[in-house]
C-alpha cells in the first residue's frame, strides 16, 4: 500500500475538515459521503486564536516593553501574521495510506485508521514545536485520510519577538540531524519512513508511487538499504576521526620570545669633523626564540599531525568512500535525467496543446465548409425545381449537373451529398415495395441514366 504525506496546497477550510459547513458548501463538496460522516474521528479541535495566545502572549509582552516607539508595538499577533504575505498562520498536512483500490473491505479501512491514530499518538512527541490545534480522520471520502494542523513555533530570535511561527526554523530546532538545505523534505521523509513501519508491523509492503529518481522500485529499495549501510560506515570512520582529534595534545601553550641583535646605525648628530654619529640599536630578526622543551613538542605535534593525516587518507580511500562518492554521482545524474524529462515532457503538453486547437480550429473551418457546400447543393437543386416544367424533367437536368461535376472529381463533396440521398431514396423504395418492383424502379433508373448519357453525348457534355 502506498503512504503519502504532504502540504495541503490549497487554503484550510477547517469547517470542511470538522464536516461544519452549511448546506450551501455541502453542495459543492459532492465526493463527500454524509451518510458516513459519523464515523469520521475527530481527536483535536482548539481554536487557531487560542494557541496564538498561549504560545506567543509572553513573547510579545516583552517585545512590545522594549519598544520605545508606539509604531512598532505589535498588538495582536494573530492578526500581525495573518496580515503578513511572507507567513502562513499554520501549516495542514494530509496523511494518507493506500489509495481507492485498497479498500474494499472494512477490515483494511479499520487498519487504516488504526495506523493514523497510533502515528498521530507520537506526533506531538516527535514534534515539540508543531502545536496542533485541528486534527481530524475522513472516513465518508474514497480513501480514509487525516487533515492535520498546527502552529510550528521557532525560538531564539533577536529580531522581533523572540518567538516566532517559523516552520523550517522549528522543525531543525527540535532535530538537529536534519539536512539544513532541504528540512522539510528530511523531516517528512523521517514521517513516512515511520508509517511504513507500521504498515510492514501488519505484514504489508509499502508501494512506491508517483515521480521518484528511481522507476523500479525494486532498485530503489536496493539503492536505499546501499545508503543506509554506507551512512552507518560513515558514522563509524567519523567516530574514529572524532577519537583522533581528541588524541591530540591539548596542552600546547609555548613560550615564544622575538629574537632582537643591535644593529650599528648613523645618527642624526655630528662629531668635531662634521661627520654623522654611528649609535647601535636593537631591531627584530623575523625570529622567535623558544625553550627545548616546547620545541621537542612541536616536534612530537608535527610527527602526530603527519600520522593523523596518513590515517584520514586512508580512511577516505577506502571502498565504502569511492561507493559513496560513486552513488552521489549515480544520484545527480538520475535527477539530472529526470529534471530533462520534466522539461521534454513539458515542451510535449505544450505542442499537444498547440495541435490540439489547430485540430479544433480546421475541424471548425471544415465544418463551415461542408454547410456551405449543402447549402450550395440545395440551392442547385431548387433552382432547377423553379425552372422546369416537372419533377421528372428537373431530376434528369440535375442528374446531368451532378454527372459533369463527377466527372472533374468523382470524390467531391457534391457528389457524396448526390449518393446519400439516392441511397436514402434507395431504402425508402425498399420499404414502400417488393423486391420485384425495386427490380423496376432499378430497371426505369438505369434506362433514365442511359437516356440522360444519350443526351449528353448528343450534346457533347462528355468532354
Known sequence: MSVSLKK???????????????????????????????ENKYLVQKDLKEIYRDEFSQALKNYNEKQKRAD??????????????????????????????DFSSKEKKDMANEILQEWFLGFEKRNPNLKIYNAVIHNDEATPHMHLNFVPVATGYKRGLEKQVAFDKAITQQDETLNKERPFDDWREKEVRLLEK???????????VGTNEYQDVTEFKKKMRELELIEKDLKAKKDELLKLNEELPVDLKIVAKKEFKKVEVKSKEKNMFGM???EFVRKETGNVV???????KLLRLSKRNEEMKNKVKKILSTDFAKENRKLQTDNAVLFADLKSKAIENIRLKEDNLTLKNENRLLTSKMASIRLGINLAYKTIKDFFKSHTDSIMASRELFNNFIYMVKGNDPKNEFVKIYQQEQDEEKKKASSMFSMKGVKQIDSQQRDMQQSVKKKNRDRGMDR
Request: hydrophobic share 25%; charged share 40%; net charge positive.
Open 8 to 38: 495541503a496546497t490549497k487554503k484550510t477550510n477547517i469547517r470542511h475538515n470538522n464536516r461544519t459547513m452549511n448546506e450551501k458548501e455541502k453542495e459543492k463538496n459532492s465526493h463527500i459521503d454524509y451518510s458516513r460522516s459519523h
Open 72 to 101: 512598532r508595538k505589535i498588538d495582536d499577533y494573530y492578526k500581525h501574521i495573518q496580515s503578513s504575505k511572507k507567513t502562513a498562520l499554520q501549516q495542514e498536512m494530509i496523511v494518507q495510506i493506500g489509495d481507492k483500490d
Open 198 to 208: 507500521m504498515l510492514l508491523e501488519r505484514g504489508i509492503e509499502r508501494k512506491f
Open 276 to 278: 654623522a654619529k654611528t
Open 290 to 296: 623558544i625553550s627545548v622543551d616546547d620545541y621537542k
